[in-house]
Nanobody, 118 residues
Framework: QVRLIETGGGLVQPGESLRLSCAASGRTLSTVAVAWFRQAPGKEREFVGSIQRDSRGGLKTYTDSVKGRFTVSRDNDKNTVYLQMNSLKPEDTAVYYC?????????WGQGTQVTVSS
């Protein structure tokens, strides 16, 4: 059974940083694509960023609104993918989810709340 667990969410002020973690069990994350999504209240879930599996060079992609502020990375020894979020804005407030899979994102975490407010 594959499990993804997101941690690291919280309440921060605008301009501050957070690092989210997506820890996996039951599957090696370096062999699948891992993506971060977020869903704000009353809005649809949106793609944030992703990292491809090692055999595809670990290519990273981001949605335009977070480029230059967010970074996806992976620690293969810890079987964990991170989302480093810098210069946070109130509009980044959402529940953040990680998802993983090979070809399709079959596995999802439970989400972690990020709130950016002064």
């Amino acid at each position: 059974q594959v499990r993804l667990i997101e941690t690291g969410g919280g309440l921060v002020q605008p301009g501050e940083s957070l690092r989210l973690s997506c820890a996996a069990s039951g599957r090696t994350l370096s062999t699948v694509a891992v993506a971060w999504f977020r869903q704000a209240p009353g809005k649809e879930r949106e793609f944030v960023g992703s990292i491809q599996r090692d055999s595809r060079g670990g290519l990273k992609t981001y949605t335009d609104s977070v480029k230059g502020r967010f970074t996806v990375s992976r620690d293969n020894d810890k079987n964990t993918v991170y989302l480093q979020m810098n210069s946070l804005k109130p509009e980044d407030t959402a529940v953040y989810y990680c998802a993983a899979g090979d070809g399709s994102l079959d596995y999802w975490g439970q989400g972690t709340q990020v709130t950016v407010s002064s």
